[in-house]
């Protein structure tokens, strides 16, 4: 059934979803990308006018973590509303069709739906000998991801690997893997880093485009302000006791079961940007370092290589093995400095004795 | 006009001076006071950096600001620390020949010829020093080299602070480099950059102790007073060989 004249409103309602709870759905999306509550009216108008637009879900290179994240979360309703919002045409995790099928679903929304359609992608791409080592129906991921995302309206790309090539990129990346926007330089790209995304910010972002016709305001990797502008040091529970000097030393010691800062334990909430303790997951429930473990900084640009190691606090020094922090070679050239300098100190004061005597002549000018 | 002696490698000694030593004036006011203002905020933010890198005092319960107070400390002597530096670097263009940055820029031959020496006496290669008014030419690409890396300080850690304080200017001045090279890896410079500051304040003590017992004119005191006490033939062969250059 393409293209789907029905509005949102008559959806929800052939569902069974009543008004109290669109509205509450409403409410939790404007606060989710930071607008003032009065716009959840205008919000809940313009959805309930909205025609429902296509989309198609591409997965790549991935593990399915983006769709599983979307597919399992409850809040905010988003399996009742965004399905409804939207006319799912193809996402290979959850279609009915298969094979040649399904294939065919997805050319004919390329071409019918043409600029209109939102894609989202899922997974790297790898451009590595032509893209060899991800194709779907004798196609490569390259060949589709050219193709689909270059004729949408909008894509976006969810979870790291779509962003910014994720954990397939990481070093050594052997298939070359990049994100959406280095694959597809031309395309209209809207990110949501995270390992996986929130649900509740690709739902964001599906609202604001309907509501305003246009992508949420963005940062320099092109990924939505209100999720990723504030730092999660900034926004975690456990501030007071970073501030207060209160850290956990040890996985299960007093401080841990206190639920002290995890600063120590390498915790990379002060270098990463996410809503993460505010929207939190599986309903709100909790989130990674309410849960006891340090943020791994997952929403950060290729966290794979720059965050880690995971439970340290700086990098390894380049040159140097994967044991030794860079505080230990620092302390090191330190010593090693200071070491040198003593025995230069002996070998100086040695060659003073050897020189010889001053010359007995007095100084010349007065 | 007195004549140039060379200097080479393998140049005599002059043991003792030969002649009455001259009070000069050699290290102005704003050297002296960027000199101390470099130091004494290096140690603070060295120590209170260090903590926010490994908190090494863990608070028990009680109404601690640890953490915060150390950050707060390190961002003030921060800005006293980029203050100073400004100030050296505006007296490398208003000061005096031996605080120059003529004097720094390793330009002329001359000081090429001097940083050999320099090397040859520090490796026990010749037996004597050649005395110099200003600083010799290698203690003077090493601060060069010094200035270089306060300035990466000062800009990683102007990164880091706008990341944290955000605001309007701040990012629009600095912003260009967390966009350049991760944050993590800001982050690693900055801290890394520290133990370069450790070992050169090793060697500086050290060597500032050991060329003052050489030469004898108070270089020590010099950096309180400005004077050095510099043998009268000396002092003149060193106007003649900057009037030279
Ligand atoms: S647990 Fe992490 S994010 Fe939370 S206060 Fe400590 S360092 Fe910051």
Redo the contacts with the bound molecule.
């Keep these: 059934m393409l293209p789907s004249n029905q509005t949102l409103s008559g959806a929800l309602q052939q569902k069974g979803v009543n008004r109290r709870r669109f509205v509450k759905f409403c409410t939790a999306m404007v606060a989710t990308l930071a607008l003032p509550p009065r716009y959840v009216a205008q919000v809940a108008a313009a959805l309930e006018k909205a025609r429902k637009p296509v989309l198609v879900w591409l997965q790549f290179q991935d593990c399915a973590g983006n769709s599983e994240s979307i597919l399992r979360s409850s809040h905010p309703s988003v399996l009742e509303v965004v399905l409804d919002l939207l006319s799912w045409e193809y996402h290979e995790l959850v279609m009915a069709g298969a094979g040649h099928q399904a294939e065919a679903a997805l050319e004919r929304v390329v071409r019918e739906e043409k600029g209109k359609f939102i894609a989202v992608v899922e997974g790297a791409i790898p451009l590595a000998d032509g893209g060899v080592y991800c194709t779907i129906g004798g196609r490569t991921a390259w060949d589709i991801a050219r193709h689909v995302c270059g004729s949408a309206a909008a894509t976006i790309a969810a979870g790291d690997c779509a962003w910014d090539g994720g954990l397939v990129r990481a070093n050594p990346n052997p298939t070359g893997a990049v994100g959406i926007e280095e694959a597809v330089p031309g395309a209209k790209v809207i990110n949501l880093g995270g390992c996986p995304q929130n649900p509740a910010n690709t739902a964001a972002v599906l609202v604001h485009y309907l509501t305003f016709g246009e992508l949420p305001a963005m940062d320099q990797f092109n990924r939505p302000l209100f999720a990723y502008g504030r730092i ?2 900034d926004q ?1 529970e ?2 007071a ?2 501030d207060a000097g209160r850290f956990v030393q040890e996985w299960g010691d007093e401080g841990h079961r206190k639920g002290w ?3 120590k334990m390498g ?1 990379k ?2 270098q990463a940007t996410f809503n993460c303790p505010s929207v939190r997951w599986n309903d709100g429930t909790s989130w990674p ?1 309410k849960a006891g473990h ?2 791994l900084g997952c929403a950060s640009h290729r966290f794979w290589d720059t965050r880690s190691p995971f439970y340290d606090r700086l990098p390894t020094v380049p040159g140097f093995g994967a044991d030794v922090t860079a505080g230990e070679i620092g302390l090191g050239v330190t010593a090693a400095v200071a070491g040198a300098t003593v025995i230069h100190g002996i070998a100086s004061a040695v060659r003073d004795r050897m020189r010889p005597p001053a010359s007995p002549e007095p100084p010349t000018k007065a | 006009m007195i004549e140039l002696r060379q200097y080479a490698w393998g140049e005599v000694h002059r043991p003792e001076a030969t002649s009455a030593p001259v009070r000069v004036y050699v290290w102005e006011l704003p050297v002296r006071v960027s000199h101390w203002f470099i130091f004494l905020p290096i140690v603070v933010l060295s120590f209170t950096g260090y903590y926010m890198h490994n908190p090494f005092i863990v608070a028990k319960g009680g109404t601690t600001f640890m953490m915060a107070t150390m950050r707060f400390i390190h961002v003030v002597s921060g800005f006293v620390f980029i203050a100073a530096f400004l100030l050296r670097m505006y007296w490398f263009f208003q000061g005096n020949s031996w605080s120059n940055w003529r004097a720094f820029l390793p330009l002329r031959r001359r000081q090429w010829r001097g940083m050999g020496n320099m090397v040859a006496y520090y490796s026990f290669l010749r037996k004597d020093l050649v005395h110099h008014v200003g600083h010799n030419a290698l203690a003077a690409v090493t601060y060069l080299l010094m200035f270089t890396f306060m300035l990466i300080e000062i800009l990683t850690g102007l990164a880091l602070y706008s990341q944290v304080r955000g605001g309007s200017v701040l990012p629009v001045l600095i912003g260009w480099l967390p966009r350049l090279i991760d944050i993590q890896h800001i982050r690693l410079l900055h801290f890394c950059i520290m133990f370069s500051f450790f070992a050169f304040v090793i060697h500086h003590v050290y060597s500032a102790v050991l060329v003052s017992w050489e030469e004898r004119n108070g270089l020590i005191e010099s950096i309180f007073t400005g004077y050095k006490f510099v043998p009268g033939d000396e002092l003149e062969e060193d106007a003649a060989v900057r009037k030279a250059d």
């Design positions: 999660i040091h975690c456990r501030r006791n970073y800062c995890l600063y915790c909430g002060p370092v340090g943020c």
